[in-house]
């Protein structure tokens, strides 16, 4: 089964600087998706930046980066230049394909993340 | 704006009480979801669906069923709510394999008290 692992329940950081959420995930699966979705206090769970496993780049989108190490089955996200927007949840998630070309997304347990004027 | 609408922010319920959770997207998905939120757990998947009618389970089915009778709409149903039932309920949807691509859209949760 795959599991996905967020070893830090919490982190803090200040305004402008920059912060690393750790993310390790199992499976056996060749060909996935990752993702880190973030939920700020009015709960909408947004999307900040997903990765294909068959890509060797990561991915990046503004001041957000993951560094993808697929051997080791890391997915870390880097926000660069901390703002205090940024202050929510982070959930690191797999995806798994399952028959009928539908797929669930398998998540971690969370990261708070707060930054700090 | 594309949206996933809860019908409820907030609920309070008895123990015992049948509840019903509404879920409706507008982006003609087909892929509909429902998770429960739990502080240090994360989000679980409790059911989906891939089709009008069609229903799976997902990590945490008991003490819940689903419902999807037209493509916009899913609902999660709790036969009997218990107060172990009380959490952060919250609803998403998916294109048809298209999931990887654009990842899924969440509604913004229902908060269920069960007393």
């Known amino acids: 089964a795959q599991t996905v692992t967020q070893s830090q329940p919490e982190m803090s950081v200040q305004e402008a600087e920059t912060v690393t959420l750790s993310c390790t995930y199992d499976t056996s699966e060749s060909n996935y998706y990752l993702f880190w979705y973030k939920q700020p206090p009015s709960r909408q769970m947004i999307l900040v930046i997903r990765q294909e496993a068959y890509k060797q780049q990561n991915a990046t989108e503004n001041r957000f980066s993951v560094n993808f190490q697929k051997a080791a089955k890391s997915f870390s996200l880097k926000i660069s230049d901390s703002q205090l927007g940024d202050t929510a949840m982070y959930f690191c998630a797999f995806m798994k394909m399952l028959g009928g070309g539908s797929e669930k997304l398998v998540f971690g347990k969370g990261t708070k993340l707060t930054v700090n004027p | 704006d594309v949206k996933v609408t809860q019908s409820s922010r907030y609920l309070v319920k008895r123990t015992g009480e049948k509840v019903f959770l509404e879920c409706v997207q507008d982006m003609d998905h087909e892929n509909m979801f429902w998770y429960r939120q739990d502080p240090g757990l994360g989000l679980r998947l409790i059911y989906f669906s891939y089709d009008v009618k069609m229903k799976e389970k997902g990590d945490i089915p008991e003490g819940y069923s689903v419902s999807r009778e037209k493509k916009e709409r899913f609902s999660l149903i709790l036969e009997s709510a218990s107060t172990n039932q009380t959490s952060m309920y919250l609803c998403?949807?998916?294109?048809?394999?298209?999931?990887?691509?654009?990842?899924?859209?969440f509604g913004s949760g229902t908060r269920l008290t069960v007393v």
């Open positions: 998403a949807s998916s294109l048809l394999r298209q999931g990887g691509i654009y990842g899924y859209t």
